[in-house]
């Protein structure tokens, strides 16, 4: 079964500050991608996702993330946080459209 | 449209005690999955129902947990009886093609 590797539990930035999640899989076979966002207090929405095709997904919010099949990973960017990106981020692997494995999390706090 | 209703939100039980929850999935959706999430850890699949099969149960603890639905449309989780790890927030999320998920509020079990 695969597995999802989130490195960084908390990460702290300043406004403007760049982004970058790392986030390594587990599988030798096809995957789906997806990036989740859990903002304080709210419910697990998707952020972006990757299927096929260009492996550079941009996502809402300015959020972008690149696929590297060779390095089995699927890193969250984004150039300039803002405060209101304050959230908890994980990282989800779907292979052959079986069940959904998560990552732990990355708690992401943006200092105003 | 309307997203993945789930209730109670909330819930505070003690051990041994028994609990259920409830989760309506977007209308249409034939892909129903029950995550668990504990404090500090990604979402885990605990069982996936399409229509009113099961698919994939492997990680639900059978000999307390128990889920149905029996009409193919809203879902019941069950815990009979609690334990202290059992401690955390139950997701529902639904699906329509099975890869694009979209998650519900969750309840927030805690067990004294």
């Known amino acids: 079964a695969q597995s999802v590797s989130q490195h960084n539990h908390h990460v702290i930035l300043s406004e403007a500050a760049s982004l970058e999640l790392g986030c390594n899989y587990s599988?030798?076979?096809?995957?789906?991608l997806f990036w989740y966002v859990q903002y304080p207090g709210q419910h697990l929405q998707l952020l972006l996702k990757?299927?096929?095709?260009?492996?550079l997904v941009k996502g809402i919010k300015g959020f972008e993330a690149e696929f590297i099949k060779s390095k089995f990973s699927f890193n969250l960017r984004k150039p300039s946080v803002q405060w209101s990106d304050t959230a908890e981020y994980f990282c989800?692997?779907?292979?052959?459209?079986?069940?959904?494995?998560f990552g732990a999390g990355t708690r992401l706090t943006v200092k105003p | 449209e309307a997203g993945v209703a789930q209730s109670p939100r909330y819930k505070i039980i003690e051990k041994r005690q028994s609990v259920a929850f409830w989760c309506n999935p977007i209308?249409?959706?034939?892909?129903l999955y029950w995550y668990q999430q504990i404090l500090g850890q990604g979402p885990k699949l605990l069982i996936q129902?399409?229509?009113?099969?099961?698919?994939?149960d492997s990680q639900l603890p059978k000999d307390r947990f128990s889920a149905e639905r029996l009409k193919g449309v809203d879902s019941t989780l069950k815990i009979q009886p609690a334990k202290l790890e059992d401690s955390a927030v139950y997701l529902c999320?639904?699906?329509?093609?099975?890869?694009?998920?979209?998650f519900g509020p969750g309840t927030r079990l805690t067990v004294l």
């Open positions: 999320a639904s699906s329509l093609l099975g890869s694009m998920q979209y």
């Open positions: 599988y030798g076979g096809t995957v789906n």
């Open positions: 990757y299927f096929s095709g260009d492996p």
């Open positions: 989800a692997v779907n292979a052959d459209n079986n069940d959904m494995r």
């Open positions: 209308s249409g959706h034939a892909t």
């Open positions: 129902f399409q229509n009113n099969g099961v698919v994939d």
